[in-house]
């Protein structure tokens, strides 16, 4: 079993920054991929930013040159630096891990932080 626990979120102005961190626990041996995720009110969960656990990473259009993900494998936590933050950013995010085992991978979820960022 895998568990994530972020931390980081809270209330900004636009233009702030905000730094968003997610420790893994558990049998992090098996963690392949990990990642962000963000849902807006009304919205679908979508993807922000991955990273790979060589340190490959990708973002979403609409935060590249903004978000910076990173990932630490000997500490098992994965970050992501938020600068220049938009209203639009607002949302509650999600770490994410894909957890690799014999029968195939799946996805496991953090509980989600809340980040607002006022105009």
């Known amino acids: 079993q895998v568990q994530l626990v972020e931390s980081g979120g809270g209330l900004v102005q636009a233009g702030g920054f905000l730094r968003l961190s997610c420790a893994a626990s558990?049998?992090?041996?098996?963690?392949?991929?990990m990642g962000w995720y963000r849902q807006a009110p009304g919205k679908q969960r979508e993807m922000v930013a991955l990273i790979t656990s060589s340190g490959t990473s990708n973002y979403a259009d609409s935060v590249k040159g903004r978000f910076t993900i990173s990932r630490d494998n000997a500490k098992n936590t994965v970050s992501l630096q938020m600068n220049s933050l938009k209203p639009e950013d607002t949302a509650v995010y999600y770490c994410n891990a894909v957890v690799v085992s014999w029968s195939g991978s799946r996805d496991v979820w953090g509980q989600g932080t809340q980040v607002t960022v006022s105009s």
């Open positions: 558990g049998r992090t041996s098996s963690i392949n991929d």
